[in-house]
T-cell receptor
Framework: SQELEQSPQSLIVQEGKNLTINCTSS?????LYWYKQKYGEGLIFLMM?????EEKSHEKITAKLDEKKQQSSLHITASQPSHAGIYLC?????????????????FGQGTILTVHP | KAGVTQTPRYLIKTRGQQVTLSCSPI?????VSWYQQTPGQGLQFLFE???????NKGNFPGRFSGRQFSNSRSEMNVSTLELGDSALYLC??????????????FGPGTRLTVL
């Protein structure tokens, strides 16, 4: 099974609708990153969360990390066609509390978002 | 600042050949990580370099190797190419300050096709 589970795998919404993408881990997340990718291209950094209960917003996108630091959600308000793409959560997941994971992010499988005008 | 650059953007090779991909990090960034992205396996970590030393390695065979130069530029090499090596190879750079988690900024990727 995946260390980091993303849901849903795909999402089709009408322009103007709100939507939420979830990212769940069975282990503590020491850092949680949200990226957006256009097919076949590089990842664009959206937001980073580290503290339990943390919430960040940028334009119409809000990301939260739950108190236990094992789940994050990405919420888009009033979606637009420009929001379409693949959303990926990446996380610093360590084998033990005192360990390190230098340079390694574990990624979910991604959520394909389609926004119909 | 210029972003992460990767060259070449596209490559076509045949089985058994070897290939070298290049990554130039954001100016001032000292850590470079490499990832392989395929439809079946998603994004998987290959290795990370910092100060010309490999500090972390993913579960890939020894055919996959890399190095980092004193200017932080990095290369990865795949020898004896197999069809399954066809993928988008992404590199990411970060400041790597202390032991805290650093935000990784990704390049546009190199699309490798093995025939």
């Amino acid at each position: 099974s995946q260390e980091l589970e993303q849901s849903p795998q795909s999402l089709i919404v009408q322009e103007g609708k709100n939507l939420t993408i979830n990212c769940t881990s069975s282990k503590t997340l020491y850092g949680l990153y949200w990226y957006k990718q256009k097919y076949g291209e590089g990842l664009i950094f959206l937001m980073m969360l580290q503290k339990g209960g943390e919430e960040k917003s940028h334009e119409k996108i809000t990301a939260k990390l739950d108190e236990k630091k094992q789940q994050s959600s990405l919420h888009i308000t009033a979606s637009q066609p420009s929001h379409a793409g693949i959303y990926l959560c990446g996380a610093d997941i360590r084998s033990n509390a005192g360990g390190t994971s230098y340079g390694k992010l574990t990624f979910g499988q991604g959520t394909i978002l389609t926004v119909h005008p | 600042k210029a972003g992460v650059t990767q060259t070449p953007r596209y490559l076509i090779k045949t089985r058994g050949q070897q290939v070298t991909l290049s990554c130039s990090p954001i100016s001032g960034h000292r850590s470079v990580s490499w990832y392989q992205q395929t439809p079946g396996q998603g994004l998987q970590f290959l290795f990370e370099y910092f100060s010309e030393t490999q500090r972390n390695k993913g579960n890939f065979p020894g055919r996959f190797s890399g190095r980092q130069f004193s200017n932080s530029r990095s290369e990865m090499n795949v020898s004896t190419l197999e069809l399954g090596d066809s993928a988008l190879y992404l590199c990411a750079s970060s400041l790597r300050v202390g032991t805290s988690t650093d935000t990784q900024y990704f390049g546009p990727g190199t699309r490798l096709t093995v025939l």
